[in-house]
């Protein structure tokens, strides 16, 4: 499976056969130029999740590397920081207790009608041991289904909905005031997308659909149940242990993702932005909704 590619801007290391990579001598506070930059936007469109070793960076370089990546791609949950329309804080206190944010296989804000094409976290206070996040692969997903699977589910149209959000509280993480709204948010999305960087296929299966389009909830449950169990198998997962000044990034469209709930007793600071994706594209040639 591997299929590492070289670059001229930095090292690059895959972290499993499937997908991941960790990244090495580049820093990002002094060389956001249009080619680095085209090069990690390259490197995520291959390997779906980069690790960024090394970085310094306080909220204003991550604010700066967003925008050299791209516009920012909205987030109608989550209170900003002062200052910055872009930037979120997840802080996790060692006194808490319960689910720590995203502690489920999810898609960040799959129910948005163009979600998040890439999503970065940074290190900002990680714990020595613990507090990993899990990601899988949801292209290797889609390759592994049966011709006569794929062709089942070729034109399925999928209804993914933002009611199912408002239900999560999680500690010091503050929510918008007007976050209600997300309620009534529904967006239908094809079930097989393509990536419009590199034309590969992926299942875009997320953890708040209600429903294929067409089917009842009964009928929906046990399809997408098997395709989530089928995109969560292990040799389609990495997992990216942080280490202050880690810098991560996904392709928020084409993986899930799961925070590791294990890190009782340590703060973890991360510093958060989303980058503007596009529009799902249905892989049949047709697009989902008008
Ligand atoms: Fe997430």
New binding site residues.
Partial sequence: MARETKFERFQIRQMTGTIGAEITGLDLARDRSPETMADLKRAIHRYHVLAIRDQKMELEDVHQVRAALGPFSGNPVHEPIDGYDDLMILNREPDETGKVI?EDW?M?LAWLAKPPGI?MLYGHEVPPVGGDTCFTSLEWAYRSLSPAMKAMIEDFVVVHSGKGVLGQQYGSVKMRADVHKIASFEVEHPLVCTDPVTGERYLFVSSVIDRIKGFTPAETRPIIDYLFKVATRPEFNCRLRWAPGTLGMWLNPCVM?TAINDYPGYRRTMYRSTIEGWTPIAASGKRAAA
């Fill in positions: 995203g999810h960040d999503t993702h």
